[in-house]
């Protein structure tokens, strides 16, 4: 599936403290060649001004369905557009749009809307944990709205806990999954599923200043990781050396070397519905560790580094499943040689390991490791293959779960 092309957005602005924050996935949205409706309410015009989202979004900015009445903006809006995301989205406008009340211009937009539209809740955790604020969000993806799980972190004043906007990235991501996507893209369909996803490159130390380790910067497994949360399941990620910032709504256990990436792994995968090794563990590890930095020795002569092997992480759970039902996915970074090519060595090595899925990519210069982008054949234990046409790694990421589910409804 292609990446989400140039598309009309309306940016809904509530009245928080965050709303600062929208004009950065304004930006975002912009540069990317969508064409931004900034619909602001009354209250989130108190912390940014008209001016400011007139200027970064290049629109004129309306908040009242008295403004351009023949233009009938309440009901033309809503129907002209291809996304509605509302960022932040208080408990007020929740309610609102749950109950459809439609009092000012975003309201109405949100009551006609009859595209995806994604809230980004922000606000204290009391009002967040309210029932009345529970049932709201449960009424609204009901109906098929995408409404973001908060961030946890600091909100106004002393107060810390979840309530906190996603990061604009964050939202933008999930913006571009559900232009993309469209209405498939918010399903709740992993709602009552418990899920393990690995991410990131381990790294195995020499001395105190030196390890062995790889290029993986952990997107493509943070990418599973908040899609999984989108879709309705209690997520665990084992994190491994990522600077990344943490997916709103999931847990996540940091590690550094493979061996304590293992240790979490199955820990974790007891009670899990399904785990997802998107991480790439170091094989080896220094045979010997040197409690201080290794000296240069001032002669050219070869330093010998002995090397052993580290745990196959996914060749062990597959093997020794705490479930039977448990579905284990596998990624494997691969480069053709003189011997075979990329996918031959993807099906090989998913007979070796034995998991149900094996997620193939050739990796190189803009592919795989650090881009944005991935592209992919996954491999199932069934014969089949799925070619996932270069996209961003979130598109990557709901495919794999696309498949998860459909082998639980095969298996179960």
């Known amino acids: 599936m292609p990446a989400a092309s140039p598309a009309r957005v309306v940016l809904g602005v509530t009245g928080g403290i965050a709303a600062y924050k929208a004009c950065v996935l304004l930006r975002m949205l912009v540069e990317s060649g969508h064409s931004v409706r900034v619909v602001p309410t009354e209250s989130a015009l108190r912390f940014v001004g008209e001016a400011t989202w007139a200027a970064l979004s290049g629109q004129p900015v309306h908040t009242r369905v008295w403004d351009d009445v023949h233009e009938v903006p309440h009901v033309r809006l809503g129907k002209d557009v291809d996304l509605v995301v509302v960022a932040?989205?208080?408990?007020?406008?929740?309610?609102?749009?749950?109950?459809?009340?439609?009092?000012?211009?975003?309201?109405?937009?949100?009551?006609?809307?009859?595209?995806?539209?994604?809230?980004?809740?922000?606000?204290?955790?009391?009002?967040?944990?309210?029932?009345?604020?529970?049932?709201?969000?449960?009424?609204?993806?009901?109906?098929?709205?995408?409404?973001?799980?908060?961030?946890?972190?600091?909100?106004?004043?002393p107060d810390t806990g979840k309530g906190r906007l996603p990061e604009p990235e964050e939202i933008f991501d999930v913006c571009q999954v559900a232009l993309a996507r469209g209405t498939e893209g918010l399903r709740r369909d992993l709602v009552g599923r418990r899920v393990v996803v690995s991410a990131g490159g381990t790294r195995e130390f020499l001395d105190p200043v030196r390890f062995l380790g790889n290029r993986s910067s952990g997107?493509?497994?943070?990418?599973?990781?908040?899609?999984?949360?989108?879709?309705?399941?209690?997520?665990?990620?084992?994190?491994?050396?990522?600077?990344?910032?943490?997916?709103?709504?999931?847990?996540?256990?940091?590690?550094?070397?493979?061996?304590?990436?293992?240790?979490?792994?199955?820990?974790?995968?007891?009670?899990?519905?399904?785990?997802?090794?998107?991480?790439?563990?170091?094989?080896?590890?220094?045979?010997?560790?040197?409690?201080?930095?290794?000296?240069?020795?001032?002669?050219?002569?070869?330093?010998?580094?002995?090397?052993?092997?580290?745990?196959?992480?996914?060749?062990?759970?597959?093997?020794?499943?705490?479930?039977?039902?448990?579905?284990?996915?596998?990624?494997?970074?691969?480069?053709?040689?003189?011997h075979a090519?990329?996918?031959?060595?993807?099906?090989?090595?998913?007979?070796?390991?034995?998991?149900?899925?094996?997620?193939v990519n050739e990796v190189g210069p803009d592919k795989g490791f650090e881009s944005p982008e991935n592209e992919a054949v996954i491999l199932g234990a069934d014969g089949s293959e799925t070619v996932v046409p270069r996209a961003s790694k979130d598109i990557l990421a709901h495919r794999v779960w696309d498949l998860v589910v459909r082998t639980w409804s095969t298996t179960g």
Not at 117 to 138: G, L
Not at 341 to 359: P, S
Request: with cysteine; charged share 25%; proline share 6%.
């Open 341 to 359: 090519g990329v996918l031959d060595h993807g099906r090989a090595k998913l007979a070796a390991k034995g998991c149900d899925l094996l997620v």
């Open 219 to 338: 997107r493509q497994g943070y990418a599973l990781a908040r899609a999984a949360a989108l879709r309705g399941a209690r997520v665990t990620l084992v994190a491994a050396n990522t600077t990344l910032p943490d997916p709103a709504g999931v847990a996540v256990t940091r590690v550094v070397s493979t061996r304590e990436m293992r240790d979490a792994v199955l820990a974790e995968a007891q009670d899990a519905d399904a785990v997802v090794m998107a991480a790439a563990p170091a094989d080896f590890r220094p045979a010997d560790y040197s409690e201080h930095k290794i000296k240069k020795s001032g002669q050219d002569t070869a330093r010998i580094v002995e090397l052993v092997e580290n745990p196959d992480i996914l060749a062990e759970l597959s093997k020794n499943r705490p479930r039977p039902d448990l579905v284990v996915v596998g990624f494997a970074a691969e480069t053709g040689d003189a």
């Open 88 to 157: 932040p989205a208080t408990a007020d406008v929740l309610a609102k749009a749950a109950h459809g009340l439609a009092d000012d211009l975003l309201t109405s937009t949100l009551l006609t809307a009859r595209c995806p539209v994604v809230f980004a809740p922000a606000m204290h955790t009391e009002m967040w944990e309210h029932p009345a604020t529970q049932e709201n969000v449960a009424t609204l993806r009901r109906r098929g709205a995408l409404v973001l799980e908060p961030a946890e972190g600091r909100l106004t004043g």
